[in-house]
């Protein structure tokens, strides 16, 4: 199912329809504000499993990331001190990942490497979603294979066309980007960057 969701003005009724596949394990895709990427309610193991299984990703040898609505749901599901809280507050929401340890709240899929990436993007449909399902959700970014049109990866209906089958619905949040969120890492005693992407950190 796609479904057209404006950013500006969220439709309940189409937010419901996505929050219901959300809340019955299902797997949705949707914009951020970097590229379109895949999505489930994070904790719900199950579901999470099927998008590590979809995507190929190793829970033990990859961290796994959650969308927050904002800095004050960080702190139950990663432990975060006070420099690294004022980084995130200089820079989210915003196009980046910030790597940290993670607390017990979260289900046993994110402790293997005992680290989860948080994200808070600058996007009003995803953070919608993840403030009325009261839970945060697992993303990882569509990708495409090389030789694939960048559109199966910017353009909604053209990407439902490819992953209709799978996820039970495409949010058609607009064209989406290309340039994946900036990673820092900030597990060690300072923040270090390791993949450069959309967005200049404000440190």
Known sequence: ????????????REIDKVLEVLRNGGIVIYPTDTLYAFGCDALN????????ALKGIN???????????DLSDISEYARVNTTTF?????????????ILNTTST??????????????????NIIRELVT????????????????EAIEYRTDPELIHEKWGEIAEIV????????????????????????????GELIS
């Open 1 to 12: 199912m796609l479904v057209k969701i404006y950013e500006d003005n969220p439709n309940q």
């Open 45 to 52: 193991v199950r579901a999470v499993e099927k998008i590590c």
């Open 59 to 69: 829970p033990q040898r990859n961290n796994l990331s959650i969308i927050c609505y």
């Open 86 to 98: 004022k980084l995130m507050r200089r820079n989210l929401p915003g196009p980046f990942t910030f």
């Open 106 to 123: 979260l289900p046993r899929i994110y402790k293997n490497r005992k680290t989860v990436g948080i994200r808070v993007p600058d996007n």
């Open 132 to 147: 009325q399902l009261g839970n945060p959700i697992m993303t990882t970014s569509v990708n495409g294979d090389e030789d």
């Open 171 to 198: 949010v058609d949040g607009g064209h989406g980007g290309l340039e994946p969120s900036t990673i820092v890492d900030c597990t060690g005693s300072l923040p270090e960057i390791t993949r450069q992407g959309k």
